[in-house]
């Protein structure tokens, strides 16, 4: 992890991915950010090689977070910075020893409802 000016940790608020009935009873999705939990992370652009292997998968990322300790969240959360939108495509934990955890994520503007 490459440490350049703003790419300091940040505090990121993780939703939980939930599903519910709609009126009509048909399944919807739904997060619930009422937990409160909170990560620090450092939040970088994607690398072209892993915007690539991400697009092949049909999982396509825009983002990478990097977080200290074991996942806090995990595929098809979110994660919110001030008004940015993070939907976590996938998760990692580089040699499962608990030290970090790199999130794959793409930012989407589309779901703005929090």
């Not at 608020?13 to 709609?22: P, W």
């Not at 969240?73 to 008004?83: S, V």
């Amino acid at each position: 992890m490459y440490l350049r000016p703003g790419n300091l940790f940040k505090d990121f608020f993780v939703e939980k991915k939930g599903a519910s009935l709609s009126t009509r009873g048909r399944a919807r999705s739904e997060y619930d950010g009422t937990t409160g939990e909170r990560i620090k992370a450092v939040l970088a652009e994607a690398k072209p090689q892993e915007k690539e292997r991400w697009r092949q998968l049909q999982h396509p990322i825009s983002h990478t977070i990097t977080q200290k300790g074991r996942p806090q969240a995990e595929a098809e959360d979110r994660l919110i910075l001030g008004d940015r939108i993070f939907f976590i495509q996938g998760v990692d934990e580089p040699g499962a020893l608990g030290l970090w955890t790199i999130y794959y994520v793409e930012e989407r503007y589309d779901g703005n409802e929090h």
